[in-house]
C-alpha cells in the first residue's frame, strides 16, 4: 500500500470533520471519527462471514441456556462478530431510520467490541450528530471507505488509526499530552529499548511480549511492534497494557483490534490498586507515565501492600512523596521483568519517560532516595538519556529516558551511562501546546537527531563495556556506587556562659518546671536578687542560684530535670564559654548541627579531618545518625563554566544601546 493511498484514506476520514464543524468543537472530533473508522473496518473485515454469523445467532437467538459465543467467534473468523446483516451501506439508504439502525447494528457487535464502542459514548455521538441531521452524511462517507483488509493490510490499518489519533491530539492541545506522546520521542525510545538486541530478534520463530502499564492510546505498543517486525518480519509480537482514561482506552483497544491483535490484552483500570497481568512476565516494558501526579487516590492500597508485602509485593524499596507516583510505576514495571535463568538468558529491558525530579528528589533515608538505592545495588540500571526540553505537549520541562536491565553484558556490570542529547533538537514552525522542539528523522531536511542519539547510544555501551574506547563529550560511564553518599551529622559542643539579666529572669519566670513551683512568685523574687551576676561554669552558677532560694527560706527543687531547666534559661550561648558534657561526652548544639554528604566508599573520619577540622577542630561525627543514599545529579556531570563576559565589552555593548536610543528618540522629537 503506497503512501498516496494511506494518505487518502485518512483524509477521507478525517473530511468528517467538515459535516461536524459547528456542532462540534475542534477537540472533539476524534470523539467520532475513530469510533467510526473502528466500525467500518470491523464491517470490512467480518464481511466474507456476515450471512453464516448472523445465519448462526438467529438459530440460537432463543436458546438462553446455550452460550453461542465460541460458535459465533468460529463462523466469524474472529475473536468478534456481529449478529445482524445490517451494513452502514443500508443503514445510509434509509435517512429517517438511521440512528435506530446503527444503535441496533452495534449492539450486534460482540462484547469485546461493543464494549470498546460504548467508551467512546458512541451512542450518544449518534443521537446528537442525528440531532444537527447530519448522521446520514457521515454514514456515506465511511461506508465509501475500502478498509477491506485485501486493501489495507492491518499494518497499514494500524497507521491510518495511528494517523487519525496524532490529528485529533494536535488538534486538540489542551489535552493532546494527556494521552499522546510525541511520535518522535517513542521512536528514539523503542530504539533505544530494543536495538541492543538487534541480533536476536532475527532468529526465526522469534516470539516477544511488550507492555505497557500507561499505554495511553498504544503509540510506543505499536511503535515496538513495529520495530521488531522490521528485524524479522516472521517475528510474534504480542502486546498488552493498561490505562486508567477511559477514552484512551478504547482508543488503544481499537488498534489493536484493527492490527488483528487481542483487544483484551489492553486492560482498563489503575496499574498500582488494580493491576492487570499480574503472573505474567514480559522481555520489553516501556511507560511514559504522567509527570508529577499525585498518588492520593490509592495512597490506602499503595501503603498496604509496601507494609504488609514488603520486598514480596511491588512497593517493598520504599514510597515516594504522594505528589509524585513517577516511581511508583517503574517499581511495577520491574516487578514484571522476566528473571535470568542459570545460563543467562531471559531477563527484560525497560524504558520509561521522567522529568528531572526522580533523579534526584528526597534526601538520604526518603522514599525515592531508597528506590534509587535498590535499582542500584541490583545493577538494574543502563543508562539514562537527558532530552531537550520542550518536547512534550504538556510541559516544557526537561525529560530522562531511564533505560533499565537485569541482563547487563558481563563487562557492563556495575556501571551506569549518562548521555547528554539535550542539544539534539530543532525549532518546530509551529508550536503545538508546549511543544515548541522536535528531534528531526532526517525527512524534509531536518538533521536525524534519532539516529544521532541512536548511535550515540551504541557508543555509550561500548564506553561502559571498554574503558579504552574513545569517549565522546556527551557520554560519560560511572560505577554504580559513584551515585552514592553517606549523610553524615556533624556535631559540635554546646557551649555555655551563665547570667542572670531581665531576659533571663523573665525567660525563667514562664518556664513549665518554676510555674509548677508553689512558691513561684518567692522563688523568682529570690533569683532576681541575683540580676547582673555571671559565672563561667554551670555548677557555680547553680550553686549561687540555690544559696539565694535557700536564704530566702524556700526549697531547691531536687532532680535533674529541674536544673536542666534552669541552666537552659541561665545559659547563654558563647564560643569560649564552658563545653556542657552528658555522662562525661560533650553535649552536642542542636543549632551548630551540620549535615555533609560524604561519597560512598570513603571513610567519613578522614573525611572529617581533612574538611571539617581545619575550620572547626571540636566536631565530630554522630554515627547513629548516618544515612546511605543515592541521587544522579546529571546536569552537574555535564555542566560547562562559562566566564562572565569583560566589563569593558557589556559597557561598550551599553553605550551602543543607549546611542541607538538617542537616535530613535531624536526621529521621534523632529
Known amino acids: 500500500m503506497n503512501n498516496s493511498k494511506h494518505t487518502e484514506l485518512v483524509n477521507t476520514a478525517w473530511s468528517v470533520a467538515e459535516l461536524l464543524r459547528g456542532d462540534y468543537k475542534q477537540s472533539e472530533y476524534g470523539r467520532v471519527i475513530l469510533p467510526f473508522t473502528l466500525l467500518r ?49 443500508k443503514i445510509a439508504a434509509d435517512p429517517q431510520h438511521a440512528a435506530q439502525n446503527l444503535l441496533a447494528y452495534m449492539s450486534g457487535f460482540s462484547e469485546n467490541a461493543r464494549e470498546v464502542l460504548e467508551t467512546y459514548e458512541f451512542g450518544r455521538h449518534v443521537k446528537r450528530i442525528d440531532g444537527a441531521g447530519q448522521l446520514y452524511k457521515v454514514i456515506e462517507v465511511f461506508t465509501a471507505l475500502d478498509l477491506h483488509p485485501s486493501n489495507v493490510p492491518n499494518h497499514n490499518m494500524g497507521y491510518i488509526f495511528e494517523e487519525l489519533i496524532r490529528r485529533w491530539s494536535e488538534q486538540s492541545n489542551e489535552t493532546a499530552g494527556e494521552h499522546f506522546t510525541p511520535r518522535e520521542v517513542i521512536k528514539l525510545m523503542v530504539n533505544l529499548l530494543i536495538a541492543p538486541d538487534g541480533d536476536a530478534l532475527t532468529v526465526p520463530g522469534t516470539v516477544r511480549t511488550v507492555m505497557d502499564p500507561a499505554c495511553g492510546t498504544g503509540g510506543m505498543l505499536s ?19 493498561q490505562e486508567l482514561n477511559p477514552e484512551s482506552w478504547a482508543v488503544c483497544r481499537s488498534d489493536l483490534m484493527i492490527k488483528g491483535q487481542d483487544p483484551d490484552n489492553i486492560a482498563f483500570g489503575n496499574s498500582f490498586s488494580d493491576p492487570a497481568f499480574t503472573r505474567k512476565k514480559f522481555d520489553y516494558l516501556l511507560a511514559n507515565p504522567p509527570f508529577g501526579v499525585e498518588w492520593k487516590k490509592v495512597k490506602e492500597e499503595v501503603e498496604y501492600e509496601h507494609k504488609s508485602l514488603g520486598d514480596a509485593g511491588r512497593f517493598g524499596a520504599g ?64 543508562a539514562i538519556v537527558a532530552l531537550p526540553d520542550q518536547l512534550f505537549y504538556n510541559t516544557g520541562i526537561s525529560t530522562y529516558f531511564w533505560i533499565l536491565t537485569n541482563r547487563k553484558a558481563p563487562d557492563h556490570k556495575g556501571k551506569v551511562v549518562l548521555l547528554d542529547a539535550r542539544d539534539q533538537w530543532v525549532k518546530m514552525r509551529k508550536s503545538l501546546g508546549d511543544k515548541r522542539k522536535e528531534m528531526g528523522d532526517g525527512k524534509n531536511g531536518k538533521p536525524n537527531h534519532i539516529a544521532d542519539v541512536t548511535r550515540l547510544y551504541g557508543e555509550a555501551m561500548e564506553a561502559a563495556r571498554d574503558e579504552n574506547h574513545p569517549m565522546h563529550a556527551k557520554i560519560k560511564v560511572f560505577q554504580n556506587e559513584d ?86 534559661v541561665v545559659g547563654v550561648r558563647d564560643p569560649k564559654g564552658e563545653v556542657q558534657r552528658i555522662k562525661g561526652e560533650p553535649e552536642p548544639d542542636p543549632e551548630l548541627r551540620d549535615y555533609e554528604n560524604v561519597p560512598l566508599g570513603e571513610e567519613v573520619e578522614d573525611y572529617l579531618k581533612r574538611e571539617v577540622h581545619p575550620h572547626v577542630s571540636d566536631a565530630w561525627i554522630d554515627h547513629s545518625k548516618t544515612k546511605v543514599g543515592y541521587e544522579i545529579p546529571f546536569t552537574r556531570h555535564f555542566y560547562v563554566y562559562e566566564p562572565p563576559r569583560p566589563l569593558a565589552e557589556i559597557d561598550a555593548e551599553l553605550k551602543a544601546l543607549e546611542a541607538e536610543i538617542q537616535a530613535l528618540f531624536g526621529k521621534v522629537t523632529q
Open 483 to 568: 551515585f552514592g553518599y553517606q549523610r553524615i551529622t556533624v556535631e559540635r559542643p554546646l557551649k555555655l556562659r551563665f547570667e542572670v539579666t531581665e531576659a533571663t529572669a523573665s525567660a525563667l519566670a514562664v518556664a513549665k518546671p518554676v510555674q509548677k513551683l508553689e512558691q513561684s512568685e518567692d522563688f523568682m523574687a529570690a533569683v532576681r536578687t541575683l540580676l547582673g551576676s555571671t559565672w563561667e561554669t554551670k555548677s557555680e552558677a547553680l550553686v549561687a542560684l540555690k544559696d539565694a532560694v535557700v536564704a530566702a527560706g524556700l526549697l531547691w527543687p531536687s532532680g535533674g530535670p529541674f536544673a536542666k531547666a534552669v541552666r537552659d
Open 223 to 241: 511503535a515496538t511492534d513495529d520495530y521488531i517486525t522490521e528485524f524479522n518480519s516472521d517475528a510474534v509480537v504480542e502486546v498488552f497494557g
Open 41 to 89: 473496518r470491523l464491517e470490512c473485515v467480518l464481511e466474507p462471514t456476515r450471512e453464516e454469523t448472523a445465519a448462526l445467532a438467529e438459530k440460537y437467538k432463543d436458546n438462553d441456556d446455550f452460550n453461542a459465543e465460541p460458535f459465533l467467534r468460529k463462523a466469524s473468523g474472529h475473536d468478534f462478530y456481529n449478529k445482524t446483516r445490517l451494513t452502514l451501506k
Open 319 to 382: 514510597l515516594p512523596r504522594i505528589n509524585d507516583g513517577s516511581l511508583l510505576f517503574l517499581q511495577h514495571m520491574i516487578s514484571m521483568m522476566k528473571p535470568v535463568d542459570v545460563n543467562g538468558g531471559g531477563g527484560s529491558r525497560i524504558a520509561i519517560v521522567f522529568n528531572g525530579s526522580p533523579l534526584f528528589t528526597g534526601a538520604a533515608g526518603s522514599g525515592e532516595s531508597e528506590i534509587r538505592r535498590w535499582i542500584l545495588e541490583n545493577d538494574w540500571l543502563e
